[in-house]
């Protein structure tokens, strides 16, 4: 019975908060390898690319939510979701065409996009706050678990109960379903084709007859999508705040070079590798250990490795050593 208690509180602390988190850095790293893959330039506005179509779907949900709109058990944000998508495409096509487009044209080098894509950081970090404020912001609603800890407990007569809030469910599935249909896009239509071709080799793509400017505007728009995705899907899970998704960037890019910088495949083991690497490490493991050790070697302490105050240092720490010894990433992605 103590095992199945300890099984359980695993559960509930560290595997399911584990698959949610990382399947939210697994649709964020995946934008991340797209741009890299295919523009070829680390986007640092990624993150404040996530926060402005998360903050339009929140300001459509507060609209929803007063005109008496809702889906019943389901946040309400999943009918925003399509208005923040579109407008995140438009603020990328915007914002490509008045910057990005023109440093192409120039060539210039990578680096040179990368300065500029932390330019457009700031000045998106900066109109997110000015129409949303710096706070916290809720818009959760509907039902908030799929099973809470006193109905298992009530189920099941264990002392540990397992909770799985509606969010958690749903990130995963949506993930799930983003992976799938992004997949089969890449695989499976002409114009993915053209994308993979674009990124293996530019000029022999161009030679083909493949458009650029369009590879470049479906690339964008991919981003778009996977970034309000991925934002909302956060702050249904946790909350609202601007400044969180620029500190999300760190765990993203840790993700996105862990599996391979340019891999799709390698994005979203990356973003499980940092999710359950933080998770892990910061979980305190007292109760855990003492459901399965003897009464008089029972820990007096947390035993947490690390405070969660440090949870960003595990992503850094992980993105250095893989960085030091495996540059390629675990999938073999470009080198960083």
Request: with cysteine; proline share 4%; hydrophobic share 55%.
């Amino acid at each position: 019975m103590d095992f199945l208690n300890a099984l359980i509180a695993l559960l509930n602390f560290v595997i399911v908060p584990g698959m949610a988190y990382g399947a939210q850095l697994a649709l964020g790293a995946l934008g991340v390898t797209l741009i890299y893959g295919i523009l070829r330039f680390s986007n640092f506005a990624h993150g404040d690319t996530m926060a402005f179509g998360a903050m339009v779907t929140v300001l459509f949900t507060w609209l929803f939510q007063s005109w008496g709109f809702s889906l019943g058990p389901l946040p309400t944000a999943l009918l925003a979701l399509p208005f923040g998508i579109l407008a995140c495409m438009g603020l990328l096509l915007v914002t490509d065409r008045m910057v990005y487009r023109f440093y192409r044209e120039q060539k210039a080098k990578p680096v040179i996009l990368v300065i500029v894509s932390l330019g457009v950081t700031f000045i998106l970090n900066g109109i997110v706050r000015f129409i949303i404020g710096p706070d916290d912001q809720r818009f959760t609603d509907g039902e908030r678990f799929i099973i809470s800890a006193r109905t298992f407990r009530e189920m099941t007569g264990l002392r540990e109960g397992l909770a799985i809030k509606t969010t958690q469910g749903i990130t995963v599935l949506v993930a799930v379903i983003c992976v799938i249909l992004l997949f089969w896009f890449l695989n499976r239509t002409r114009t993915g084709k053209s994308m993979r071709a674009y990124s293996d080799n530019e000029d022999l793509a161009l030679l083909s007859g493949i458009n650029p400017e369009r590879v470049v505007m479906i690339t964008w728009l991919i981003v778009a999508g996977l970034a309000t995705i991925a934002g909302v899907l956060y702050g249904l899970d946790k909350s609202f705040k601007p400044f969180t998704y620029f500190q999300l960037l760190l765990p993203i890019f840790a993700s996105a070079i862990v599996g391979g910088l340019g891999n799709p495949l390698g994005a979203i083991a990356g973003g499980f590798v940092i999710a359950f690497s933080e998770v892990t490490v910061t979980y305190a493991w007292k109760k855990v250990l003492t459901y399965l050790m003897p009464e008089n070697l029972e820990p007096s302490g947390l035993v947490q490795l690390l405070s969660t105050d440090y949870k960003l240092a595990v992503s850094f720490l992980i993105l250095l050593i893989v960085l030091l010894f495996k540059p390629t990433g675990l999938f073999k992605g470009k080198s960083v």
